[in-house]
């Protein structure tokens, strides 16, 4: 094509930047530190940049930082001359999984919103949201701590929060949920998370447990594979069931929804392949009739840009806080989007593209290996 919209060049460079405060998952996938990324730039042959981020755990979804770069670069190789516009409206993005997929896809969509000076929301949809409640997570701890975090976030704005659990004895996470409960202030929502962390009769206990209490929902809490023991759990317990480390691509979905396996399906940019697949993947949700919980994977803020903007087109959102909350709980960021989130809850500016700024002086800051120009 002739409209400068082909790619000319992809570069792409590893980061790490710390947490403001390491963040304990579960027995399964452990205690975080560090968010690391690799960050690829698009360039059209008309100067057009779109940006793109890959949010790699190798514990979730197998990619090292190194093997996401050289994934990406590899990926890249065969994009120089493609069309940004032909990838985004015949959603070739769906074509590939993983998050150095995501990254590329994003990218993509960046790139052409800059181009047609539109925001990325409107390529992907109708919006039905000004903005969306914002979450805030807890480790894997004690009551004392989960009421430590909501005493500090709650006056911020925080009405929604994600207790991490699956580390403990079943009878203290039942015990630790009651207690937070108990000391709730008014108006606040919790949800837990056991990332895997409970087998099918821990799973049961906690849902029994936990029965006369509001939880929002139940995250993950059976291996990824045991959809069975999750369409047994579901059948067992009116509170909500979630997936997240059991849906990766859109297929995953469809076997889910065959299984009856879920109520709330956890969406994340990085762990679909990206826009395209996401979009695959909620649509499929709400055809089920069934809800969206936006999450995230640790993540900077182009990721966290492109997951609003795909939030705020979606009519099947959980009734609660979502996570777009991940560039707060860095040490610092790349980008302004932490400045999207006001009062626990997030907008989208009015600009072109993605709309987040990032800095090329963080990212040299926090490069931690060679980049990748392609």
Known sequence: MADGLNIAQVECWPIKIPLARSYHLSAVLGTLTHSQAAIVRLTLEDGTVGWGECDPHAEFDGYTLEKACQTVAERASAMIGLSVADWVENARGRAFHGTPAAAIDVACYDALGQARRVPVWQLLGKRVHDGVDVLWPTSSGTAEEDLEIIQERHPQGFRTYML???????????????????????GVQIMVDANQGWNRDQAKAY?????????????????????????????????????????????????????????????????????????????????????????????????????????????HLMPCGHAYMSTLRMADDITDFSDWVQNGYATIPDRPGLGVKVSLDKISQYQVGEAHVV
């Open 164 to 186: 991490k659990m699956g580390s403990r004895p079943i009878e203290d996470d039942i015990a630790r949920t009651h207690e937070v409960f108990r000391a709730l202030p008014d």
């Open 207 to 315: 849902a029994k447990g936990c029965d006369g209490l509001p939880v929002v929902l139940i995250e993950q809490p059976l291996a990824a594979e045991d959809l069975e023991g999750m369409n047994t759990l579901c059948g067992e317990t009116p509170l909500a069931i979630s997936v997240d480390e059991a849906l990766l691509t859109p297929q995953d979905a469809d076997e889910i929804i065959g299984h009856d396996a879920a109520d709330v399906f956890s969406i994340k940019i990085s762990k679909h392949g990206g826009l395209a697949n996401s979009l695959l993947i909620s649509g499929a949700v709400q055809k089920a009739g069934k809800l969206v919980l936006m999450n995230s994977m640790i993540e900077l803020g182009i990721t966290q840009a492109a997951s609003l903007h795909l939030g705020v087109t979606l009519p």
